[in-house]
């Protein structure tokens, strides 16, 4: 074998070693090979909301966008601290919608009056307790299934409805600056707290 096709043959071999896998949406409710990191158990928290409308606090993406950070320093194992047991109604309009590698549907949400700056994701994960919310969501595109994908993809929108969401608040340390201040590293319009997982939807 030559220096060069040795070479070659390396090369290729590291590309397979590092390409991430293939997810697979079979349906809105099922995925093969989804993949999830980062405080697994606090995605797929599987808690109700409160039956007391009283201990849900109405909230919109401005409202969230302009909270703190949190004062605990979270690492990918943390448990859901204190602040993180929080319930939430979220009103606002859809401005983006995306397919995740580890199965969640993440709906980014905007002020519905649009005159605020702030926008707030909130995810859906691809077990059964959430299928007939993914269905409603994948009912706003132009998705067919199945689709693959190895990263986010986004998803065609056909209507950008208006929506609230309720559940608990959530610290996403993957996209969290080092200082945990409230601002995504790489979208700075966009918070770091989350509603995750979506316990209930409403479109208005």
């Known amino acids: 074998m030559t220096r060069t096709t040795l070479t070659i043959a390396v090369a290729l071999l590291c590309n397979t070693a590092t390409a991430a896998p293939l997810v697979t949406f079979e349906s809105p409710c099922k995925c093969l090979d989804n993949h999830g990191k980062h405080r697994w158990a606090e995605k797929n928290d599987p808690a109700l909301p409160p039956t007391d409308a009283s201990a849900t606090q109405a909230v919109t993406p401005s409202d969230i966008f302009n909270w703190q950070g949190p004062t605990e320093y979270l690492v990918p194992s943390s448990e859901r601290i204190w602040s993180e047991q929080k319930w939430y109604a979220l009103t606002g309009r859809v401005v983006d919608l995306r397919a995740e590698e580890d199965g969640d549907l993440h709906i980014a949400l905007q002020d519905a009056t649009g005159d605020k700056a702030g926008i707030v994701v909130c995810e859906i994960p691809a077990k059964q307790q959430w ?55 790489h979208l700075p319009g966009y918070a770091a707290w989350e509603i995750h997982p979506v316990m209930k939807l409403d479109t208005l």
């Open 131 to 185: 299928c007939s919310i993914r269905e409603t969501v994948f009912s706003w595109t132009t998705t067919r299934f199945p689709f693959h994908t190895s990263s986010d993809r986004k998803l065609k929108l056909i209507e950008a409805p208006i929506i609230t969401v309720t559940g608990k608040a959530y610290w996403d340390v993957g996209h969290a600056p080092n200082d945990q201040s409230n601002r995504r590293s």
